[in-house]
């Protein structure tokens, strides 16, 4: 099955600057690949995806790029800003259906 | 917007008993998934279920673990004989289309709670 790796576990950035957060997956069959930002007791809340058939898709401050050589994608927020802060879940998944979460990114923006 | 509903919130249950958790998916959506969360870890998939029947299930979902769709509006999940590690948040999720991967709407959970 598929198995997705995320690093850092933990990423505290500076109000302004920016952040990156990487996952690799494992099944070449996966072909979407969304992003979750997780608050504290809430639920998982999709903030960007994209589709095995781009390489990169923007909203905002927020991009997603993808490198399906590579088997690799990653999100960019630029201008982060103090409710950035939250656990990031990167994920992925293909005919199955399932997401397959990676194990999540506490992202921590100090003003 | 419309959002995928959970009730209860929280359920706290003594080991060995039944618990039933309910979702209401999104009303145009056709898929719908359990996942759980660990304190502390990443999501889980659990089952997804299309049709009025399993799609697919992970190795977590055992015969513990049952799902149905009573009528045209709820999902719920069943744990019949509840253990210590059944202690977990339980997302209900739900996505629109068949024949393509479509984003996954997740419920604000319920926190289950093993004594």
């Known amino acids: 099955g598929e198995n997705v790796e995320q690093h850092p576990s933990t990423l505290s950035v500076q109000e302004g600057d920016s952040a990156v957060i990487k996952c690799t997956y494992s099944d070449s069959a996966s072909n979407y690949f969304p992003w979750y930002k997780q608050e504290l007791g809430k639920r998982p809340q999709l903030i960007i995806d994209i589709r095995s058939n781009v390489g990169e898709k923007k909203d905002q401050r927020i991009a997603v790029t993808l490198n399906k050589t590579a088997k690799h994608f990653s999100l960019h927020i630029t201008e982060t800003q103090p409710e950035d802060s939250a656990v990031y879940f990167c994920?992925?998944?293909?005919?199955?259906?399932?997401?397959?979460f990676g194990s999540g990114t506490q992202l921590t923006v100090l003003p | 917007e419309p959002e995928v509903t959970q009730t209860p919130s929280h359920q706290v249950t003594q080991m060995g008993q039944e618990v039933i958790l309910r979702c209401v998916p999104i009303s145009n959506h056709l898929y719908f998934y359990w996942y759980r969360q660990i304190l502390g870890q990443k999501v889980e998939f659990l089952v997804s279920f299309y049709n009025n029947e399993i799609s697919e299930k992970s190795e977590i979902f055992d015969d513990q673990f049952s799902v149905e769709r009573p009528d045209g509006s709820n999902f719920t999940l069943k744990i019949r004989s509840t253990k210590l590690e059944d202690s977990a948040m339980y997302f209900c999720a739900s996505s629109e289309w068949l024949y393509s991967n479509q984003p996954q709407h997740f419920g604000d959970g319920t926190r289950l709670s093993i004594l």
């Open positions: 994920a992925a998944t293909g005919s199955a259906r399932q997401l397959t």
